[in-house]
């Protein structure tokens, strides 16, 4: 069982910055795969930014150059910095978690937390 707990969104002008943290319940140097998806209103959740237990980072196009996921396994907590925000990065953004226990994969997602960028 992995718990998720997402922070950090809020509302920012275009162009500005927000960090956005996904607190995790166990060891996240456990996990297979952690990531942040997004889901605007009328849309389907989309993948912003993922991260392998040992691999490199992948991004969906719309994010590249603007956004950086991290993680600190000290903390059990995954990072996305997003900076040069749009209008249309808005959207309810989660936290998702990829857990592998022998044969079977289990998959968590958190409750997820607001971004809006206007003005």
């Known amino acids: 069982q992995v718990q998720l707990v997402e922070s950090g969104g809020g509302l920012v002008q275009p162009g500005g910055s927000l960090r956005l943290s996904c607190a995790a319940s166990r060891s996240i140097s456990s996990l297979a795969a952690m990531g942040w998806y997004r889901q605007a209103p009328g849309k389907q959740r989309e993948l912003v930014a993922a991260l392998s237990s040992g691999g490199s980072p992948n991004y969906a196009d719309s994010g590249k150059g603007r956004f950086t996921i991290s993680r600190d396994n000290a903390k059990n907590t995954l990072y996305l910095q997003m900076n040069s925000l749009k209008p249309e990065d808005t959207a309810v953004y989660y936290c998702?978690?990829?857990?592998?226990?022998?044969?079977?994969?289990?998959?968590?997602w958190g409750r997820g937390t607001q971004v809006t960028v206007s003005s």
């Open positions: 998702k978690a990829r857990l592998k226990t022998g044969p079977m994969e289990y998959v968590y």
